[in-house]
């Protein structure tokens, strides 16, 4: 597509749900990133994939979190028993080979 | 890790003036790009630029890598360029992730 897709873009589930979001990259673009970004804070990497391979999952939080990838396209971060402390929005971005990062708009949690 | 540091933290200008953003980091990098992210929280890519200087209308970013920082202009500001400004680096080690800054938040007042 012409722009980084993201769903849902809003999302409010109870305290101990499971999660899925879903990142549709721009087409050809080999590599894609999850990032999250807290009330007012900066953007806090989490897993990157280069086509199917995940080479740096350091910053998913905790096993709760886990992110596959399918056919070098489509993406989805899952969260399991979700706690209040992932409240945030959840940031997709892709690039073609590293360069010039295009993020979505985003899917912002809500644990209540 | 690799530490990016950003200032001033917060800055509020005049419509019409200038500024410059800056940004530090503590490693080699092989990949900076900056984003500005508006009031509604998209993130748009500024620049990709690991080193020496580039031009986009009213903005210029240049970077110098051996001194480890980089620096962002905006010329003749604008009330759409307010927002929070961000720095991102790849440490030279090639780890394919952006490390982000936290942020130059900028309010222009018309």
């Known amino acids: 597509g012409a722009g980084v897709s993201q769903s849902p873009s809003n999302k409010v589930t109870e305290k101990g749900k499971d999660v899925e979001l879903r990142c549709d990259p721009i087409?050809?673009?080999?590599?894609l990133y999850w990032y999250r970004q807290s009330l007012g804070q900066g953007l806090e990497f989490l897993i990157y994939?280069?086509?199917?391979?995940?080479?740096?999952k350091s910053g998913l939080p905790s096993d709760r979190f886990s992110a596959e990838r399918t056919g070098g396209s489509v993406s989805t971060l899952t969260i399991q028993r979700t706690q209040q402390e992932d409240s945030a929005v959840y940031l997709c971005?892709?690039?073609?080979?590293?360069?010039?990062?295009?993020f979505g708009s985003g899917t912002r949690l809500t644990i209540v | 890790g690799i530490q990016v540091e950003q200032s001033p933290p917060d800055l509020i200008l005049q419509e019409g003036a200038n500024s410059t953003l800056r940004c530090n980091f503590s490693?080699?990098?092989?990949?900076l790009q900056w984003f500005h992210q508006n009031p509604w929280g998209q993130l748009i890519n500024l620049f990709y630029?690991?080193?020496g200087t580039k031009q986009n209308g009213r903005l210029s970013a240049t970077t110098v890598a051996t001194e480890r920082y980089s620096l962002l202009y905006i010329s003749s500001s604008q009330t759409t360029d307010s927002g929070v400004y961000f720095c991102?680096?790849?440490?030279?080690?090639?780890?394919?992730?952006?490390?982000f800054g936290q942020g130059t938040t900028l309010q222009v007042k018309p």
């Open positions: 971005a892709s690039s073609k080979n590293g360069y010039g990062y295009t």
């Open positions: 087409s050809g673009h080999t590599a």
């Open positions: 994939f280069q086509g199917n391979s995940a080479p740096d």
């Open positions: 490693d080699s990098v092989n990949n």
């Open positions: 630029i690991p080193s």
């Open positions: 991102a680096v790849e440490s030279a080690g090639n780890t394919g992730k952006l490390i």
